[in-house]
């Protein structure tokens, strides 16, 4: 994500309002981690003192592979409830 572009385009946005969709079928590609650790972080300083953990997981969902369930739970969201797993075929 381009620092300047991210800060134009939330600027009329509130983080506290915001679901973000994080898309990476292994979870593991560093420029999708990267862009959405940066969505993260500006929600989470949305909450100052608040449980910055449940904001996490209530602002963010991801698409992924249910072998990436691990690694999406460790990110901090329910992998049962906000987990869309990819569908391949």
Excluded: M
């Amino acid at each position: 994500v381009d620092p300047e572009g991210f800060d134009r385009e939330t600027a009329d946005l509130d983080p506290k309002t915001t679901l973000a969709v994080v898309v990476s079928k292994s979870w593991t590609t560093a420029e999708t981690l990267r862009n959405a650790n940066k969505v993260r972080n500006w929600i989470v300083q949305a909450y100052d003192d608040e449980d910055r953990e449940a904001a996490v997981a209530s602002h963010f969902v991801a698409c992924a592979s249910r072998s990436a369930a691990d690694k999406v739970a460790a990110w901090g969201l329910d992998a049962e409830a906000r987990l869309f797993e990819f569908w391949t075929g």
